[in-house]
């Protein structure tokens, strides 16, 4: 089974693009096929740290949008698995993306196709993301899987979200509460110099903005950390 994995938040700075890169490195770890997309017209980050899996799509038009979901039309391969998809979603690209979703009658599509539709909802601490949940919610209802994350590299006080309607009402649709460990801020911006790969950047010695020993020791161990919670998602 493959799956469609739209990695949002609606607002910007909550890893939403640190979040579609790590779930990149852990199907590429796990052998399993993906193709990515980048929404982002301004950053795009997914596209520069993947370049070889993701490419920018505009979400602007249907035209777009429509290329995400042709990935699952096209042959099955002969053996293994059929690709997932990862999309980066910008801030504010929430009613576009609806309105195609709704129109295409999309989901029903893809549920015949065997394709699991999951909702990644990037949290920081503040009261926004909470709002944005709750308008997620009743937007798609019972339609999606709903993973909420909370991005603890975005805060450490979550408990307007824990005590919030909004999470409640996630729940009561099945949504997974994951969260999301804080990488050590200067080995980020080595990486995020470097336009580097997740595994690029644990690996590589040499160069000016190679990470230290310990650096990347601390980096696999994040990883890990990371992919513990993503094997318990219905990925």
């Given at each position: 089974m493959s799956s469609l994995n739209l990695i949002g938040g609606e607002k910007g700075g909550v890893g939403k693009?640190?979040?579609a890169r790590v779930l990149a490195q852990y199907f590429i770890d796990k052998g399993r096929p993906f193709t990515g997309f980048d929404t982002d017209r301004s950053h795009t980050s997914f596209t520069r740290f993947y370049a070889d899996y993701a490419s920018p799509v505009i979400v602007d038009t249907y035209e777009g949008l429509d290329l995400i979901a042709t990935v699952f039309d096209e042959p099955a391969p002969d053996e293994g698995e059929a690709p997932s998809v990862i999309v980066d979603l910008a801030a504010q690209t929430a009613a576009?993306?609806?309105r195609w979703i709704k129109d295409s009658d999309l989901l029903p599509l893809l549920s015949e196709m065997g394709v699991t539709v999951n909702y990644w909802h990037l949290a920081d601490s503040g009261a926004d993301s909470v709002s944005l949940l709750n308008r997620l919610i009743n937007t798609y209802g019972a339609e999606?899987?709903?993973?909420?994350?909370?991005?603890?590299?975005?805060?450490?006080d979550f408990t307007q979200l824990d005590a919030s309607s909004a999470l409640q009402g996630a729940r009561a649709l099945g949504a997974r509460v994951i969260t999301l460990p804080e990488l050590h801020e200067a080995s980020m911006r080595k990486i995020d110099r470097q336009s580097a790969s997740f595994w690029a950047a644990s690996n590589t010695r040499g160069g000016p903005d190679a990470l230290g020993m310990l650096e990347r020791q601390r980096v696999k161990t994040w990883l890990r950390a990371i992919y513990a919670s993503f094997d318990e998602l219905p990925l």
């Open positions: 693009s640190v979040t576009p993306l609806a999606l899987n709903y993973f909420v994350v909370k991005n603890l590299g975005r805060g450490s």
